[in-house]
């Protein structure tokens, strides 16, 4: 009995195929066709090894955002460099040398009265200093919506501004935005940190200033009343 029709090894050419009708050769030929390669059967006693799953695919980390050519000096950063500047302007908008006086007064002679005139005046300076408080974290809101709008991909989150009211604590946010908007933008964002930089310590050193006078004037007026 011979073998049925199909494609077979061609006996001339063993890298092709040739068509067996059943009965003999016929002059139909192909090329071999790839097979795939068998899994080797387990022996007996051996578990047939089975597809894993639950393995995920490798994942392609996604590549960071390209730098956008906007402009990132908003009108809000820098009210936010002028308002850092309020409290130390504030300063010389109070008459220390007479609030020290009245406390010399209070302690030395009792007069509560002449004191007791600059409460207002304290709780007016502290509500302003509040307020400064407020607006630096509103200012940055608003800088940070403005940045969104321009086309900055995910720009330094404002809620960071809410150390300013920790002493220079706006270096935070001043420092966060520079640093996301050098990478994510094409000029970056230096000016105002430079600009806010120069405006604090230029304060302090007023304050530093300031604070050795204010001490000089209290100790030569305390002497007038020993």
Known sequence: MSAPAGWYPDPADPRGQRWWDGVGWTAYQQEATATA????????????????YGVAAPV??????????????????????????LPFAMLFL??????????????LNGE???????AGRILLLSLV???????????????????????VPAPFHWAWSFF???????????IGRAVVLRRRTVGGGWAPL?????????????????????????????????
């Open 37 to 52: 390669p068998q899994q080797p059967q387990p022996r007996f006693g051996e578990l047939a090894p089975t597809a894993s």
């Open 60 to 85: 392609t980390p996604l590549a960071p955002p390209a730098p956008v050519n906007v402009d990132t000096n908003t009108v809000w950063i820098w009210l936010a460099v002028v308002v850092t500047a």
């Open 94 to 107: 109070f008459d220390w040398n007479g609030y020290m006086e009245a406390v010399i007064r209070a302690e």
């Open 112 to 118: 509560i009265a002449a004191l007791q005139d600059w």
């Open 129 to 151: 200093s509040w307020g400064c408080y407020a607006g630096l974290v509103v200012l940055c809101w608003l800088d940070w919506r403005e940045l969104r709008s321009r086309g």
């Open 164 to 174: 300013a009211g920790i002493n220079g604590g706006l270096a935070v946010y001043m």
């Open 194 to 226: 430079w600009v806010w930089i120069g405006v604090t310590v230029v304060g302090f050193i007023v304050a530093v200033v300031w604070s050795i006078n204010i001490m000089t004037t209290t100790f030569a007026g305390i002497s007038q009343f020993i």
